[in-house]
């Protein structure tokens, strides 16, 4: 799944689905990377799309490849691989 921007969701995302309402991304199906809240034994057999946590609404599943609604906020901090 991809911004409007054409940048790749990815898994610790912070993104803004409205004015109010910033989210986090806990899980991408996608590039089959999942949070330790929402592991992949849970959501995995969605298969596609991804899982973003927002304050007001909960968990959202979104499958569309393309998203015009969601704006990138901020990447989560990068993990050393050593």
Not at 32 to 58: H, R
Not at 63 to 69: F, I, L, P, V, W
């Amino acid at each position: 799944m991809k911004y409007p921007d054409g940048q790749e969701v990815r898994l610790g995302d912070r993104v803004k689905m409205c004015p109010n309402d910033i989210g986090i991304v806990v899980a991408s199906m996608d590039t089959d990377e999942y949070s330790a809240e929402e592991p992949k034994e849970q959501w995995g057999y969605l298969k596609e799309g991804v899982m973003i946590k927002f304050p007001t609404t909960g968990l959202v599943h979104y499958t569309e490849k393309y998203n015009e609604t969601l704006e990138l906020v901020s990447r989560a901090p990068q993990q050393d691989s050593q």
